[in-house]
């Protein structure tokens, strides 16, 4: 079944209160209502891994239903399954605790270190390593959506939505290594650089007056010299016809000259303004969501950016932003449900058709 349009699903509904991937301030609202302790939904959000009066299946189906919906809204559940989901989550620890270790042992020989203390806070240290040595990799599970080309441009900081994004790619507006790429499926490697058509940034470009605004000012100048016109023409007193002309002939003029400098001070102004490459105004409340992930290298001067390398995680520290804890329970539960109900497909077919370049397809 294909999924219904952005502006149908009514995806930043107070209600419901999922975040997305957007800066807009309703989906902003929801996610301090989902993810601020002095949120309304923060308890029902299940960050400690419960829920209040629900069951271990509604636990996993919330936590999907939150997760996937910042993540991979813009995807189906059986396409994301299918293709996005890895076989397995990768497990990462770091070698500090081997150093300090050795760092420890060593220690002993200098003088004056076991009677001043120092050697038990390494120890401690050397506990709360081993304690804490698994990275969070819980966000590990959408790297692949992180390599689309369209959640790409929207990591940016080139669009302000990811459905923007995509219809950027969709509509010809974005290069892909120097060529036109209309698919925003396209998953890239380290080293490829896409470009986006800096015209199609609205915040960087001013809005053009329509054609129904330009003709409704235009009117509107003009009731306003016809009805300085017909002021200056009545008389204040009663004088001559004569008189009276010559008076309302110079009020035009007078007036007329005095709308042309203002028109010319406005056109100045908005020239100034509005000058190539100078104009810059971000969307309201878009201050929090102004990051670039370590993955990304961008260069805002030619509107394009470099994907450096796939995402990672090392300790206490994912490279995938997230309004969730990479190691809390939301994700672990996710993971459960989609380990249980997913679809799968064989890695080697999956590998064959996840292919840009479909080199690979059989003949």
Request: hydrophobic share 35%.
């Amino acid at each position: 079944m294909p999924q219904r349009p952005v502006g149908v699903r009514d995806v930043f509904n107070f209600r419901q209160a999922i975040p997305r991937m957007s800066w807009s301030p309703k989906n902003l609202y929801n996610m301090w209502r989902r993810t601020a302790p002095q949120g309304d939904l923060y308890a029902r959000t299940g960050h400690d891994g419960q829920l209040h009066g629900a069951k271990l299946y509604q636990e996993r189906w919330n936590a999907k239903r939150l997760t996937k919906g910042y993540h991979a809204d813009h995807l189906p559940s059986k396409k994301f399954g299918r293709w996005y989901l890895p076989q397995a989550l990768p497990v990462m620890r770091h070698n500090s605790a081997k150093s300090d270790k050795r760092q420890n042992d060593l220690s002993k020989w200098v003088e004056g270190r076991e009677a001043a203390g120092g050697r038990t806070e390494m120890n401690k240290r050397l506990a709360q390593l081993q304690k804490d040595g698994l990275s969070p990799v819980g966000t590990m599970m959408f790297a692949e959506t992180e390599r689309r080309l369209d959640v790409l441009i929207f990591r940016a900081c080139f669009a302000r939505s990811v459905w923007a994004a995509r219809s950027y790619v969709v509509q010809g507006h974005v290069r892909l290594n120097g060529k036109l790429c209309r698919n925003p499926n396209t998953l890239l490697n380290p080293g490829d650089i896409f470009t986006v058509d800096p015209a199609m940034i609205p915040f960087i470009n001013p809005r053009a007056p329509k054609e129904g605004e330009a003709a409704e000012k235009a009117e509107e100048d003009a009731d306003e010299a016809l009805a300085n016109s017909e002021n200056s023409d009545e008389p204040a007193a009663e004088a001559a016809e004569s008189a009276a002309a010559e008076s309302a002939e110079s009020a035009e003029t007078e007036g007329e000259g005095e709308k042309k400098e203002k028109k010319g001070k406005k056109d100045e102004k908005a020239e100034k303004v509005h000058a190539p490459g100078e104009y810059f105004k971000l969307p309201d409340y878009a201050q929090p969501f102004i990051f670039v992930p370590a993955y990304l290298l961008p260069s805002y001067l030619t509107c394009s950016a470099v994907y450096v390398r796939h995402p990672t995680a090392r300790a206490a520290y994912s490279e995938i932003p997230s309004p969730y804890d990479a190691a809390g329970p939301l994700m672990s539960m996710t993971w459960e449900w989609y380990q249980k109900v997913a679809p799968r497909m064989r890695p080697a077919r999956r590998a064959r058709l996840l292919g840009p370049e479909r080199k690979n397809d059989r003949k």
